[in-house]
DNA sequence: GGTGACTGGATTGTTGACAATTCTCCCGGG
DNA sequence: CCCGGGAGAATTGTCAACAATCCAGTCACC
């Protein structure tokens, strides 16, 4: 491939943060790349070198690679022995993969949840409703989004299922771009609002039955439009690209505003 | 540099191997010591000193705290910043409340498995039913181990959820020592004998519900076991202990055997 | 006699340099 | 014109030394 240009991609810019002094060296490195690949600065696809980086967290190679084998680890880089790392590409039929096995572990939340909850807690999940309800209305999906990741959270609080709440926070991290994709159809706020509030009934009403079956009900209609954002949705990268190679791209994908 | 050290017989841990020359150099040490904990040849809880396990396996320092790094990730080990790492020890609550996300995940599997099976598959997972059968009759639990290790292993490639599957090999890779002690319990291969024939009832006769309830009660009665096990099997060492400290050495507690 | 600071040893965290590998690109031959 | 081989650069993997941190035992001091 004929690539003569400097590597232009200056794609994300990442947070140029110095790592705090006397504190956490790689910490930063590693928090800082987690934000980067998060919020969307770099590019899935993405390569990652290592001196690059390292330069421009102000942080070592040593230092820097130690981040990058977390990173792999949490599932957010990928790294082949020789080659180098970039940042993990899902392909639609993983993210579908992936929420089915969400499905499993936040009904088991839900269902355990619904055993638990105080009556405080139940009170916190209505108010939460009431909010979703006033988001759809307002028709405010960056609201609604960030008041559903909310619901999600308290759940998985609620529940007290630590291992299954770590899980499911290392699958999440690996859809944000799906989510984010699925945040923008228009009628899908008002369509999974139902599912939402019909999940804070039964945990509300302590029903772990009805839990577990609103929280498959919600999922599986997000599997289905993932299928439906999967094959639609990305126009001319079909299928499979084994190697984007470059990536360059401004990685302009805007802020990560997941919401399903 | 290679060097014809002396190297005695270290009391009883970590096989020397050493790196195979030009190829694997962290690799190594990785599997080493993964293998080192899942066989029990080091005791949880033991603290693992970087450099001492670096000499012991021929790798420089650096190899092997990016090893560390990685098995931290998969929840063998445990580090805490300033203090090192140690094997990590899984009490029985959380041993329980892993064996709740097995669970969820493989009901996940098994009904994903009864949906796919081809019947090529499902003559194998009758023939595995026989030599199950077979291990009770002769009262080979070792056997029955085995055997039933490699009926979870075979619904999971059913099943074709890698995704499952991976979180499923971290979650079990946690519970060996637990899943050791259950399988010395006398009468439990008896009673798993029957759970584990239902779920093949249900997959070789593709009905999805049913394997799914097969596997939960399966799971269900693996966590009441470990419950048991829990209050009585750790006479002494009640509730928490947040710094064993030392670590006992001579952590000989023969071969993982585990079973359910 | 008890308490607090201190010093010594041990271990982890970090750094920079060196070696090995992989890929690209260029060149000669068929 | 296409193909195989080989320098060359870019990047990752590995190493040994340095600095920072923590723990324990000790000693002076109240």
């Known amino acids: 491939m004929p690539r003569p240009q400097p ?4 794609a994300g810019s990442l947070s140029s943060d110095r790592p705090r002094a006397g504190e956490p060296a790689r910490a930063h490195a590693i928090t800082a790349l987690r934000q980067a690949i998060l919020s969307g600065d770099v590019a899935p ?3 990652l070198v290592e001196e690059e980086l390292a330069a421009r967290l102000h942080v070592t190679r040593g230092s820097l690679r130690a981040a990058l084998i977390e990173l792999t680890a949490e599932g957010l880089v990928e790294r082949v022995p020789n080659k180098g790392a970039r940042v993990r590409v899902v392909t639609a039929e993983e ?3 992936i929420t089915e096995c969400r499905m499993a572990l936040e009904a088991l939340c839900a269902v ?5 909850v105080t009556d405080q807690q139940a009170a916190a999940l209505l108010e939460l409703a009431e909010r979703l309800k006033r988001c759809v209305a307002d028709g405010d999906p960056r609201k609604y989004s960030e008041a559903n990741q909310e619901l999600h959270r308290t759940v998985r609080v609620i529940s007290g299922q630590s291992v299954a709440v770590a899980l499911l926070d290392r699958l999440n991290a690996q859809l944000v771009r799906h ?6 159809r228009p009628g899908r706020p008002g369509h999974s609002l139902g ?3 019909a999940i804070i009934d039964a945990i509300t009403g302590r029903d772990p039955e009805a839990a577990d079956q609103a929280t498959r009900r919600h999922l599986a209609s997000v599997i289905t439009a993932l299928r439906a954002a999967g094959t639609a949705g990305t126009p001319g990268a079909a299928g499979r690209n084994d190697h984007p190679d470059d990536t360059g791209r401004t990685a302009a994908t805007a802020r990560a505003a997941p919401g399903e």
Chains 1, 2 share one sequence.
């Open 179 to 184: 989510q984010f994709q699925l945040a923008l």
């Open 7 to 10: 590597d232009g991609s200056r």
């Open 195 to 197: 599912e939402h509030l």
């Open 112 to 116: 355990k949840a619904a055993e638990r």
């Open 95 to 97: 993210a579908v993969a």
């Open 45 to 47: 696809g993405q390569r």
